[in-house]
């Protein structure tokens, strides 16, 4: 667990962070403040900050919170309205023939649950072909609604679940051993996994920063965060061993 987070932009309005894996943003009924990233972060910064948007646990990437209530109301209409521009990094399950297209599927959450069902809210998905390798394809994903789960259940939907997703594919981790074909295990020593948690990184965020936060005229803005390490070395062992 980081006991710092990676500040990409800060002002007296908004805070835009470097999600690490495995952190909550907000606290559920088993995990204490302290141990989510609006905990850490509010302690890191000494004052309250606003949560505007969310993204899984074991998802990384740019994370936006707001230092005020006006900010919060400005930034949360954005997000509530698509009026945001996300671009996600996805490692998926499969080959996919297609080098772009869009999902166009309503999905319903209810609860903890969330499925494809015609009953459910608009939700859409564009994305295009980054690279493929032997039975994995890394895509660029553009979600433009919100819904929660969205790329998750949208590539599951059409038989292309994230690489390792527990909820919609396998939680089966990335292995070295299943890609080199004449790898040897140090004696003694167990396998560390490439890749062991959910293969999905929020690389850039667009949005409008109006007037009433900054100066006369709105501008705007485009923050990214790079893969992190663990991405960064799986990917590289499937271009050495897995095209």
């Known amino acids: 667990m980081k006991n710092t987070i990676e500040i990409i932009y800060q002002d007296d309005n908004m805070l835009v962070v470097n ?24 302690q890191q910064l000494g004052q309250k900050i606003w949560v505007v948007h969310r993204i899984d646990r074991d998802t990384t990437g740019v994370l936006v919170f707001a230092k005020n209530a006006e900010a919060h109301r400005n930034l949360s209409m954005q997000f509530e309205h ?7 990094i996805a490692l998926l399950s499969g080959v996919l023939e297609d080098d772009e297209g869009t999902i166009n599927k309503r999905i319903l ?3 903890r649950q969330v499925t494809i069902d015609i009953t459910g809210k608009e939700s859409i998905t564009d ?18 609604t919100g819904r929660r789960h969205q790329i998750r259940v949208h590539f599951w939907s ?23 074909r004449k790898y040897k295990e140090k004696t003694g020593h167990q396998e560390k996994p490439l890749m062991d948690r959910l293969t999905l990184h929020a690389a850039e965020l667009t949005i409008n920063y109006e007037s009433r936060l900054t100066s006369d005229e709105s501008k705007t803005m485009t923050f990214t965060a790079p893969l992190p390490k663990d991405f960064e070395i799986t990917l590289k062992q499937l271009r050495k061993y897995w095209k």
Do not use: C, W
């Open 19 to 42: 999600k690490p894996a495995g952190m909550l943003v907000i606290p559920d009924q088993h995990t204490d403040e302290t141990q989510t990233l609006v905990g850490i972060l509010k």
């Open 158 to 180: 059409i038989g292309h679940p994230l690489a390792i997703d527990a909820e919609y594919g396998t939680a089966d981790p990335l292995l070295l051993s299943s890609l080199k």
């Open 82 to 88: 698509s009026q945001v521009s996300k671009k996600y």
């Open 109 to 111: 959450v209810s609860d």
């Open 127 to 144: 994305y295009k072909v980054l690279e493929r390798f032997k039975g994995y394809t890394l895509v660029e994903a553009n979600p433009k």
